[in-house]
């Protein structure tokens, strides 16, 4: 059997659209000789489509699009995500063939935690299916049947399927890929069975998908890859009576598959109306060699965060019809990373900086802000503050007079420049990327109204430490391919100590611990829920650990003033940390 899986990239509520590339991969699919094709989880809408799943009316125009799509389907079967709207809403895989809607399945797990909130708008389906195609048996799963390791997907395999299909809507993060192709090949050796997963991929709003489709065999080993954070028709030809052979050796699984059958009569699946194969099947040639089809994974962590903020930072701005987008410059460290990721998403010419100096810039961050601009080929703005700061300061003179300088007017700096980068984002129509990382987020670390101020946060759930790691691998030959401009980043950047200008001689660490202690001790508090003890017991410093809950606690109330930013991290705020800001638990 030929498989080919179309891992594509959907917009959220853009039928028609979505639509056109469904169409457009089937015929490509169908033109090479597959027998069935895949589609995404929730192809024909987007993923997540949200509370638009609670209007009547976009369920009709899916189901509308969807036999729209049926009617034209021959000589192959497509299998297409959508939402179905019955007597409730399912999150459903369509079979389409011969120019109808041939069979529906229903998601039976439906995850409700971290980014999914599929309980509030789908009803789960209540068991697997399968699906007779040319004599083989499939098996059809939508993403989280599959994570989870029992049914249905086990239900499937006893009921004699060699062949189990997922189409999936998988969010990124570092390290995603690699841990979900390790799961799905276990997933296919505890089956005895070949499993195709069929991912989506692009930016939706925080979420990045980032495809990585694969083929893996019986035996676990994956025999076919697709790219990631790219669309890409992966082609592949299965031997599934190789898998079928396989378990008549292996007695443990016919004597499962025997009891499941005196158990219950039979599986406990849905058996869909069987489907012959095209008669085109017998007539065509293999796919040419099998390592045209295996796509090497992104080989590291730094490469594949970078091409996934790249995609997120591209869909946002396109998707969300945004010409070009302006950032403020600083000469420091997190500006360079998202100007870089601004030029490489969207090209030089679509990307505007600007500097804005005050009394505390000092030359060295000046020079390297505009030798950074240079290198990467944008336009600048030259906007210095210092006239601004002494207007805001004369008019505050008389109600500041019996207080000190402090806090305030290092904050009145952020906020003037805040508004010169709304200024022109108002004037031309520019999206004003900010460039604050996630451990200033989660320590507050930012100035409302001020730096964080802006459209789209492109780095907020990126550490420090690992803003370093970017910026030195994008000066990597690595990093400057395909047809990226080469070491762009003055090395003077990466160099000096982190510093937000705003007081003479200032230094983060003067405020905070160090980024490698700090980011361990965020590490531990917010992606994996660990407490002051628990912090404590890894010899973490009392004083630092304390001092860093303490601000993650308080800074609350900013984070939920955030523009949206990329998930790249298991717990990203927002998406997935949800935290009240009336909160007095101290525990």
Not at 51 to 73: G, I, K, P, V
Not at 299 to 309: D, F, G, I, P, Q
Not at 473 to 479: A, F, L, S, V
Request: charged letters at 25%.
């Amino acid at each position: 059997m030929r498989l080919a899986l179309c891992q594509m990239n959907a917009t959220v509520g853009d039928i028609a659209a979505n639509v056109g590339r469904i169409r457009a991969g089937r015929e490509a699919a169908r033109e090479q000789g597959a027998d069935l094709v895949l589609f995404p989880e929730l192809a024909i809408t987007g993923y997540p489509p949200e509370d638009l799943l609670l209007r009547e009316q976009f369920l009709a125009d899916a189901a509308s699009a969807l036999h729209d799509l049926a009617a034209e389907t021959r000589e192959i079967v497509a299998i297409v995500g959508f939402p179905e709207r019955a007597e409730d809403v399912y999150n459903a895989a369509a079979v389409l063939s011969e120019g109808a809607v041939h069979a529906i399945y229903r998601k039976v797990h439906l995850p409700n935690y971290g980014v999914f909130d599929e309980q509030r708008y789908f009803q789960a389906g209540t068991c697997g299916a399968v699906l007779d195609m040319g004599g083989h048996r499939i098996g059809l799963t939508v993403c989280e049947d599959m994570w989870e390791p029992g049914p249905p997907a086990t239900d499937e395999a006893l009921a004699g399927g060699t062949l189990i299909v997922n189409i999936s809507a998988s969010p990124y993060h570092a390290g995603k890929g690699a841990e979900r192709e390790r799961m799905f090949a276990q997933r296919a050796r505890d089956n005895f069975a070949w499993v195709a997963f069929c991912g989506l991929v692009g930016g939706q709003d925080e979420l990045v998908f980032d495809g990585h489709s694969f083929v893996v065999d019986h035996t676990g080993q994956t025999i076919a890859r697709a790219g990631q954070f790219r669309e890409e028709l992966l082609l592949c030809d299965v031997d599934l009576e190789w898998a079928a052979s396989a378990r008549l050796r292996e007695a443990t699984q016919r004597t499962a598959e025997r009891a499941a059958r005196s158990a219950r009569g039979h599986a406990r699946v849905d058996v869909l109306p069987a489907l012959e194969l095209s008669p085109r099947s017998a007539e065509r040639s293999p796919v040419a060699g099998k390592s045209q089809a295996l796509e090497p994974p992104i080989a590291t962590v730094e490469a594949e965060v970078y091409a996934a903020l790249t995609l997120g930072l591209r869909d946002y701005v396109e998707k969300n019809g945004f010409d070009r987008v302006v950032l403020g410059l600083s000469g420091g460290i997190d500006s360079a990373l998202v100007a870089c990721l601004a030029a490489d998403a969207l090209g030089n010419a679509r990307v505007n900086a600007a500097i804005m100096p005050s009394r505390y810039s000092s030359s060295s961050t000046q020079k390297d802000a505009h030798a950074l601009a240079a290198a990467l080929g944008l336009r600048t703005h030259e906007l210095p503050i210092e006239q601004l700061v002494s207007s805001y300061a004369g008019t505050l003179r008389e109600e500041f007079a019996e207080r000190s300088s402090d806090l305030t007017e290092e904050n009145l700096q952020a906020r003037i420049r805040g508004n010169l980068l709304m200024a022109l984002s108002n004037k031309f129509g520019w999206l004003v990327l900010t460039t604050g990382n996630k451990s200033e987020m989660s320590v507050g670390y930012t100035t409302l109204y001020g730096d964080l101020a802006g459209g789209f946060a492109v780095i907020k759930d990126v550490p420090k430490t690992l803003v370093y790691r970017l910026c030195a691998w994008r000066n990597t030959p690595e990093g400057a391919e395909p047809d990226r401009v080469p070491d762009p980043i003055p090395p003077s950047i990466i160099a000096r100590a982190p510093s937000a200008e705003l007081r003479p001689d200032q230094r983060d660490q003067d405020s905070l611990p160090p980024y490698e202690l700090l980011d361990r001790i965020l590490y531990g508090y917010i992606e994996l829920d660990q407490g002051r003890e628990q912090l404590l017991a890894q010899g973490l410093p009392a004083d630092d650990v304390e001092h860093t809950i303490r601000l993650v606690d308080r800074a609350e109330y900013k984070r939920r003033q955030a523009p949206p930013g990329i998930k790249v991290t298991e717990r990203a705020f927002g998406r997935d940390r949800r935290m009240p800001i009336t909160n007095r638990y101290r525990g």
